[in-house]
């Protein structure tokens, strides 16, 4: 039922753990399920990635895509990291099952939340970065990868 990469994720999360004095932090909730992400960001004085981790009350396929995007957003700067996406995230997994797939959301949307914290800390824009909700609804959750 789930690809090789996403029981590696799951297994052998990358990225557990938090950062203190956070450049941005973000923490969703998903109304399904009642599962938590929470999102730590260290960033640098040119606005790259140094350091992400991540901690979370999920499930199996929370984790695999928490480690996951922390490891694509890893290095990246604060726009670049716009372009890691739940589905870019589901893609680097070789695919999530459909029923899981809002699961991912958590990753994507718990990032958004730390960039959106950065962002408002330091007087900055990223461009395409809405304010973000605090619980995922039913209706991201239509969509179909
Ligand atoms: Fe809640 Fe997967 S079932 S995040």
């Known amino acids: 039922m789930y690809t090789e990469k996403v029981m590696d994720h799951f297994q052998h999360p990358r990225n ?6 956070p450049s941005g932090m973000g923490t969703v909730g998903n109304a399904k399920c009642g599962d938590i992400m929470r999102i730590y960001l ?3 004085d040119n606005q790259v990635i140094r350091d992400v981790k991540f901690k979370t009350f999920g499930c199996g396929a929370a984790v ?7 490891e694509m957003v ?3 700067t604060v726009q670049e990291a716009m372009a890691v996406t739940n589905k870019a995230v589901c893609e680097a997994l070789d695919g999530l099952p459909p029923v899981k797939v809002h699961c991912s959301l958590l990753a994507e949307e718990a990032i958004h939340a730390a960039l959106w914290d950065y962002a ?3 007087g900055i824009v990223i461009e395409g970065l809405e304010k973000p ?3 995922i609804g ?3 959750i239509e969509e179909e990868y």
């Open 16 to 21: 557990v753990g938090e950062i203190e004095n």
């Open 42 to 44: 260290d960033i640098d």
């Open 64 to 70: 695999a895509t928490s480690s996951m995007a922390t």
């Open 74 to 76: 890893k290095g990246k």
């Open 120 to 122: 408002q800390k330091n």
């Open 133 to 135: 909700k605090s619980d």
């Open 138 to 140: 039913e209706e991201e």
